[in-house]
């Protein structure tokens, strides 16, 4: 059903994403990301490491790193695909927001809505480095 493939929309090194590899009917369960959770207060040793960018936030008190395809669907605001924490399986479940052609990327907003338009973490950081410059 998916596949990784290059995405010209990552600017990552490795330049991945996750593609469909067969059409994906709307609400279709297309991934279940096994995670490993962890206590907040250890995020600290994380945040020291490139796997900081990859982390979910898991509850109110934890952490977790996604396995599986998880860390590979890259974003958009506009996203056909969204994800659910699945506490019951320890997984992030991903879902097709609308219906995905085959061949066509698999997206998601990684601000947890799918019409969230808030600024992303990681893009914060550049613009505060920017606008001091």
């Known amino acids: 059903m998916?596949?990784?493939k290059t995405s010209s929309l990552s600017d990552g090194e490795f330049n991945r994403g996750v593609f469909a590899t067969r059409n994906i009917a709307k609400g279709e369960l297309i991934h279940e990301a096994p995670?490993?959770?962890?206590p907040n207060e250890q995020h600290?040793?994380?945040e020291k490491t490139l796997l900081a960018?990859?982390?979910f936030?898991?509850?109110?008190?934890?952490?977790?790193?996604?396995?599986g395809y998880g860390m590979l669907f890259n974003h958009s605001y506009t996203p056909n695909a969204y994800y659910d924490l699945n506490f019951d399986n320890h997984t992030v479940d991903f879902f097709a927001y609308t219906d995905i052609l085959a061949g066509e990327e698999i997206?998601?907003?990684y601000n947890g809505e799918v019409d969230?338009?808030?600024p992303l973490w990681f893009n914060e950081n550049k613009e505060e480095a920017s606008s001091e410059s």
Request: net charge negative.
């Open 57 to 67: 936030e898991y509850g109110a008190n934890h952490t977790a790193l996604l396995l």
């Open 53 to 55: 960018d990859y982390m």
């Open 116 to 118: 969230c338009d808030d």
């Open 107 to 109: 997206l998601i907003n």
């Open 35 to 38: 995670v490993i959770p962890y």
């Open 2 to 4: 998916i596949e990784i």
């Open 44 to 46: 600290v040793h994380i």
